[in-house]
Nanobody, 114 residues
């Protein structure tokens, strides 16, 4: 199983980015997909999660600004990030719980700066 993340980059405060993460390989059942982030000197934190039934949950710091969604046919999860702030700067990691085993993608850097 591989997770391939893309979509990071440099954006000005108030801007938007859309992250994507495609899951490939031998997939039986994707129970849950999520995005985490890790800023320099900080622990990795959960940003958003979406279940197989499309129930979502968000960190308080991103509620109302970020939206997680998934395309089950393509085994892909997205993170739409709007109204970005400098404190959103971090490496973002996608995560998938597949048949109750955790898998991680490579990180993608998001930098919010003027």
């Amino acid at each position: 199983v591989q997770l391939q993340a893309s979509g990071g980059g440099l954006v000005q405060p108030g801007g938007s980015l859309r992250l994507s993460c495609a899951v490939s390989g031998s997939i039986d059942s994707i129970n849950r997909m999520a995005w985490y982030r890790q800023a320099p000197g900080k622990q990795r934190e959960l940003v958003a999660v979406i279940t197989s039934g499309s129930i979502t949950n968000y960190a308080d710091s991103v509620k109302g600004r970020f939206t997680i969604s998934r395309d089950n046919a393509k085994n892909t999860v997205f993170l739409q990030m709007n109204s970005l702030k400098p404190e959103d700067t971090a490496v973002y990691y996608c995560n998938a719980l597949i048949t109750w085993v955790n898998y991680w993608g490579q990180g993608t850097q998001v930098t919010v700066s003027s």
